[in-house]
């Protein structure tokens, strides 16, 4: 049977641009729907150009009604991804996909996770206390950021003349590699 995923993306989408290739001709699996909340995020046209469907949040209706579901159920979605989501999961969504909804977060959690932790902030910090390495957390969502079951860690070596966009770009290589093929173990 073939599994549908679901992109949840709120930026760039550089890592849903690799989720999206990497399951471009597989066999059993597919990218049947990008999510975002920000209308102009670059990832929904990447999912146009692509040819798959896109779905703008609205926050309202996030929080306060179930309709997504009804959006994921009519797109039948088996599986959620997020990857630059920055929007806190709401339980609803949460339950209706559990274990079934992961995360990327591009630090060793528990370390440098949590509210505020995302995106640059993180490598500024990772750099800021001299920490030797960093690296990513794949890990099941819950109702708190970033606190949901560890999947997969991978790790890279920091250098003292890395700065913060260096460090980046490192944690960037380990998730473009590894989030699809997480994603695939999970799913087969
Ligand atoms: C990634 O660093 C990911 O770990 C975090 O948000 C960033 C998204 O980057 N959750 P991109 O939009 O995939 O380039």
Redesign the pocket.
């Known amino acids: 049977m073939l599994k549908k995923i679901a992109i949840f ?10 989720i999206v290739a990497h399951f471009k001709d597989h066999a059993s699996i597919s990218v049947a729907l990008v999510v975002s909340n920000k209308a102009t995020a670059p ?1 929904l046209q990447m999912a146009t150009t692509n040819h798959i469907p896109t779905l703008l949040l609205n926050r309202t209706s996030f929080y306060e009604t179930e309709q997504l579901l009804e959006n994921l159920a009519r797109h039948q979605i088996d599986f959620i991804a ?5 929007w806190l999961i709401p339980p609803y969504l949460v339950k209706a996909f559990e274990q079934r909804m992961v ?4 630090a060793l959690l528990p370390k440098y996770g949590g509210k505020g932790m ?2 640059m902030n ?1 490598h500024k910090a990772v750099q800021a206390n001299g920490e030797k390495e960093s690296g ?1 957390t794949i890990h099941f969502v819950n109702e708190q950021y970033d606190e949901g079951g560890a999947i997969f860690q991978a790790a890279c070596g920091i250098e003292p003349i890395d700065d913060p966009i260096a460090i ?1 770009n490192k ?2 290589q380990l ?1 473009h590699y590894y989030f699809p093929r997480i994603i695939e173990g999970l799913l087969e």
Not at 10 to 18: D, Q
Not at 82 to 86: I, N, Q, R, T
Not at 103 to 106: D, F, W
């Open positions: 993306a709120s930026g760039t989408g550089s890592n849903a641009t690799k990832v997020l990857a630059g989501f920055l995360n990327i977060h591009p995302y995106g993180v990513i980046r944690v960037l998730e």
